[in-house]
């Protein structure tokens, strides 16, 4: 079965930057790499619900994004190292929470919508505090 791992997360000050990688892994017979995946970022902040982020589609032609980060955050994927980023820049003590990855195989059209993917790591902690 496919697994997701994040890695990236840390210790921020406000304005400054983190890149987040997510890394696939064992994907299923039918479809052998990252590019048959529209790849999702969310996170949870602390006594809040998750929200999609960002998320790019599986040709990686259309990407989408949160409002509070567009201009901020850029989400990008290389298929050939099975690994999907998201830079985030200018970091703002509310981008505070734990970041995740997801896969989806069939997802159309709300790529922000939690309720689209199938796979899912098991986050990683941003914090932006000064």
């Known amino acids: 079965q496919l697994q997701l791992v994040e890695s990236g997360g840390g210790l921020v000050q406000p304005g400054g930057s983190l890149r987040l990688s997510c890394a696939a892994s064992g994907f299923a017979k039918n479809y052998p790499t990252m590019n048959y995946y529209t790849i999702g970022w969310f996170r949870q902040a602390p006594g809040k619900e998750r929200e999609g982020v960002s998320c790019i589609s599986a040709s990686g032609s259309s990407t989408k994004f949160l409002d509070s980060v567009k201009g901020r955050f850029t989400i990008s994927r290389d298929d050939a190292k099975n690994t999907v980023y998201l830079q985030m820049s200018s970091l703002k003590p509310e981008d505070t929470g734990v970041y995740y990855c997801?896969?989806?195989?069939?997802?159309?059209?709300?790529?922000?919508?939690?309720?689209?993917?199938?796979?899912w790591g098991r986050g990683t902690q941003v914090t932006v505090s000064s």
């Open positions: 997801a896969a989806g195989r069939w997802v159309l059209g709300l790529c922000l919508d939690d309720r689209e993917y199938e796979r």
